[in-house]
């Protein structure tokens, strides 16, 4: 007996450890898929924000800590809320949540030049204490803050970053309870995208701190942080550097969805004459992003198809795709069945073609992408300036020429052609999904442009790598040709079947009277 309550209280220490993991502190990705918001009425509701994010630590009594929860919701439009549940202590100091909206393209990578301390908030963004005292707050690579807001239980606000000068304020958040430090949750709200530069449908990565305004002495407190980053005690009026990927990320409510479901229903095929009329093609899909200035997010990608099992395509307007850039669109015909998993396993940099499907540079330099777990690409199309090619894909055997696609142009658009259903090992009435994705095939620098993708990244991803969400792709349904009907005999042609039939019973007659007269003699 003793054996199995030693093993149960193991059992439930296992669970209580493996729960902690499940709801571990740090780094957190938020998507919005619902189209309302919060209520902001000093009641956080289960289910009434989208997500929410978990802080580490408890230095200043656990307010933004390891026991809070920040919760996150947007709408349709564009009206964002923000709530925080806190873990313990009266929220009596500043938290301070620096917002990037953009990647490295603009903002700030630290504190360290803000001197803003006119008052408690724009102190505590500036890393500055109203009286005395600095803690200088360095931002993860590829984290440049542009907007922060600031709140205590009096009031909340967003500003706009500002180096050796003045932050912006934009707008009030409104906090609710207001002015109740021991109220335990607050809500916010007032705010929208457009006050971030920012659409529906688009994201922005953020961290968020905690402060004394007075002293600019800062909490270990965090949200969006890693536990290994700030393992140690209360920061105080040292500078703090963050780690790689020390932020947290939410996507806004697409209305809009990106994935789409192409379907053919005409048995006619579009015209490769460098121009895309209406209604010329079965359908297109929508891109997002626009690191590499909207090659390939701000143009529509078109397929069309015959009964004959013949396929066209399109890409039809957004910036000018000129070298050393190159749009690879990845086509899945089997789901899981074969297929590659990752570009990481392609070695391939021939040329330019085939080292952009492989996510290596040609001068070197890799951006491997992760296809999503329902996504196994079993060929691609290499697009250039001037060269246009299908491969198909092999973990082992690398990349095998199948055909050279023909192309017109006309300005921003190229119309392709000689490419079919049978290229890809399949028939017509016969579906397959895609993704496209847009890189620079000499140093693999990918950008942040996607067909197939319903949240694109923040900013261009770089040579890093990058992994896709389950679901991520979109689906072309080439023409089903309608079932072959037996053709039906005309009157001529049912006239010679009648007068066979008759010879052939009268030959069969004359051979049986044969037989009788031969068996009588």
Request: with cysteine; proline share 3%; net charge negative.
């Amino acid at each position: 007996m003793k054996s199995k309550t030693y093993n149960f209280y193991f059992g439930v220490l296992f669970f209580l450890t493996l729960s902690m993991n499940v709801f571990a502190q740090g780094p957190t990705i938020i998507t919005d898929n619902t189209a309302g918001t919060a209520t902001k009425d000093g009641t956080i509701n289960g289910g009434e924000y989208v997500g929410s994010s978990i802080g580490i630590n408890g230095g200043f009594g656990n307010v933004i800590g390891s026991s809070s929860s920040l919760h996150i919701d947007g709408d349709n439009t564009g009206n964002l809320s923000i709530a925080l549940t806190g873990g313990g202590d009266d929220l009596n100091d500043v938290a301070v949540i620096y917002i990037d909206v953009d990647g490295t393209g603009s903002g700030f990578n630290t504190t360290s030049s803000f001197n803003d301390a006119t008052d408690a908030h724009r102190a505590a963004i500036s890393g500055q204490g109203t009286t005395s005292g600095t803690s200088d707050l360095t931002f993860a690579a590829g984290f440049n803050a542009d907007y922060a807001i600031a709140f205590n239980a009096a009031f909340a606000g967003l500003w706009s970053l500002t180096n050796g000068g003045s932050h912006g304020f934009i707008v009030d958040l409104g906090i609710t309870p207001s002015a109740s430090v021991s109220a335990g949750a607050w809500e916010m709200d007032g705010f929208t995208l457009a006050n971030l530069g920012l659409s529906p449908g688009q994201s922005f990565n953020y961290v968020v701190t905690y402060i004394n305004s007075s002293n600019a002495f800062r909490s270990n407190e965090f949200h969006g942080v890693a536990q290994s980053t700030v393992s140690g005690g209360n920061i105080g009026s040292a500078p703090i550097s963050l780690a790689a990927g020390d932020f947290n990320t939410f996507h806004s409510f697409d209305p809009t969805p990106i994935v789409t479901t192409i379907t053919d229903n005409a048995a006619t095929i579009a015209t490769n004459d460098g121009t895309v009329n209406g209604g010329e093609y079965a359908g297109f899909s929508n891109g997002c992003g626009d690191g590499f200035g909207g090659i390939l997010a701000d143009a529509t990608l078109h397929f069309d198809s015959d009964d004959l099992g013949n396929l066209a395509i399109a890409l039809d307007g957004g910036s000018a795709l000129a070298d050393p850039d190159a749009v690879v669109i990845y086509i899945d015909v089997d789901g899981t069945a074969s297929g590659i998993t990752s570009t990481s396993d392609l070695t391939d940099t021939a040329d330019g073609g085939r080292a952009a499907i492989s996510g290596n540079g040609t001068g070197g330099g890799s951006s491997d992408l992760t296809f999503p777990t329902d996504f196994n690409p079993d060929f691609a199309i290499a697009i250039q300036d001037g060269s246009q090619s299908l491969f198909e894909l092999s973990p082992t055997n690398n990349l095998t020429f199948v055909a050279t696609l023909t192309v017109n142009t006309g300005g921003t658009t190229r119309e392709f052609s000689d490419i079919s259903m049978a290229d890809l090992g399949l028939v017509a009435g016969d579906s397959f999904t895609y993704i496209a994705t847009l890189l620079n095939y000499t140093d693999a620098f990918r950008a942040d442009e996607f067909h197939g993708v319903t949240y694109c990244p923040v900013a261009n991803i770089g040579s890093a790598a990058y992994s896709l969400e389950d679901g991520e792709f979109n689906t072309f349904q080439s023409f089903v040709p309608p079932p072959t009907e037996p053709e039906v005999p005309t009157l001529s042609q049912w006239g010679l079947i009648i007068l066979a039939l008759l010879f052939m019973t009268l030959g069969t007659l004359y051979i049986q009277e044969m037989k009788s007269k031969a068996q009588i003699g």
